[in-house]
Every structure is written in C-alpha cells, then in structure tokens.
C-alpha cells in the first residue's frame, strides 16, 4: 500500500543528496509531499518562525510515514528537530535514512552525521532512536529497499499507537544522550539497523535558516 512521505532534510547541505532519493521513483505522489525548491524556501523563512511551523504542519497534515535523510549536521537542525517531533506527536511513523555515502554533484560524499533520533526522548527518558530505525542508502540498497522500510516503519508505529507525548524540547537539549539513556524494545519487523559506530562525533523539505 503506498503511503505518503514527508521528507525532512538538511537543506542547505544535502538538498542534492536527497533529491536521489526523489529521483528513485520508489514511492508514488512524491512531489506532492516532501519537496520544495530552494526559492520557495526562502520565500516561506522569510515570513518568520511561526509561518515555517505553519507551513511544515500543513506539509505534514495528509503524511503518514516521516523519513528523515541523515547528512553530516542533519541532526543538529532545529526544524528537522521540529519536523520529527511533530511527525510523532500527530501519529506519524518515522524512519531515518543515512545519505552521505550518496555523492553530491561534484562526485563527492560526506561524513556520517549524529542519529537524530538519540536526541529526542519519550516522557519515560527513553531515546526515539530505541523504536524509530535508521538504513543507509547506499549500503543498505535504499533504491531496492525503501518502500519496504517505509511500511516496516508503519507497522511498528502500531506498536505505539496512541502514544505522542514527547520530553520538552529543552529538556532534551539539556540533558544529551551520553549513552545512558534506557532503550525500550523494538519490533522486530525489517531490515536491521546499521552500524553507526563509525566517523560519530559522539520523518514537503524544507531545511534550516
């Protein structure tokens, strides 16, 4: 069953990474949810911090699935923070897809970023990274793969129907993830995850001002 994707992404930096995602014709309708071009992003910053909430919950209001396109500073985004967090809070399944293996227009291809996901938590203390899985695209073949992901990450959000309450923004900022945080278990649906142990300093686009 086809679902519709809400895209989140590091603009700036991985807008042309992304659009290989895009490109795949793997999911069905993408254009209509997920995608801006970067004038229209700059039109909609320009008219301030409530209109970009505004326009990504309009973006988000007919999705089902959030895939969140991990670059090198993905993480440390605020309105990708924002995009996930409002992903869960209305009933969205989220995935993560690594895309710095993917190269760039000059041939090139990045460093692994921080999983977004460690840095948000359930009211519990739990991290979203211990229920919301991640994939790389190249090493795990997202071209032959992704729609699978996708409705594995639909299934599992089941799972947790019903549950939206996140920690408050600051209270996830103040206390970092550090490796202590309790992990709840996962359903075993899908491919594993990858390994993210390697390069770590440590779901409509849009990207950050």
């Not at 807008?15 to 071009?37: C, K, T």
């Not at 396109?69 to 897809?97: C, D, F, P, Q």
């Not at 460690?118 to 090493?139: E, N, P, Q």
């Not at 992990?183 to 770590?200: A, C, E, K, M, Q």
Request: charged share 30%; aromatic share 12%; with cysteine.
């Amino acid at each position: 069953m086809a679902r519709k994707i809400f895209f989140s992404f590091h603009f700036d930096r991985d807008a042309w990474r992304a659009g290989q995602v895009r490109n795949s014709d793997l999911i069905p309708n993408e254009d209509e949810y997920g995608f801006i071009d970067s004038v229209d992003w700059e039109e909609v910053k320009r008219k301030g911090v409530e209109e970009i909430k505004r326009w990504i919950d309009s973006q988000l209001k007919d999705t089902s699935v959030t895939v969140v396109l991990i670059g090198a500073e993905t993480a440390e985004r605020y309105w990708v923070n924002y995009e996930i967090r409002k992903s869960w809070e209305r009933g969205n399944a989220i995935l993560g897809v690594y895309i710095h293996n993917a190269k760039d227009q000059d041939g090139k291809t990045d460093t692994m970023g921080t999983n977004p996901f460690d840095k948000i938590y359930f009211a519990d203390g739990t991290a979203l990274s211990s229920v919301c899985k991640t994939y790389d695209w190249i090493t795990n073949d997202g071209r032959n793969n992704l729609g699978t992901w996708v409705e594995d990450a639909f299934k599992a959000r089941e799972v947790y129907e019903g549950e939206t309450e996140l920690k408050d923004e600051d209270e996830d900022t103040n206390k970092g993830n550090g490796g202590n945080a309790p992990i709840r278990p996962l359903p075993s649906t899908g491919p594993t995850f990858i390994n993210r142990t390697p390069s770590r300093p440590h779901c409509n686009v849009r990207s950050n001002p």
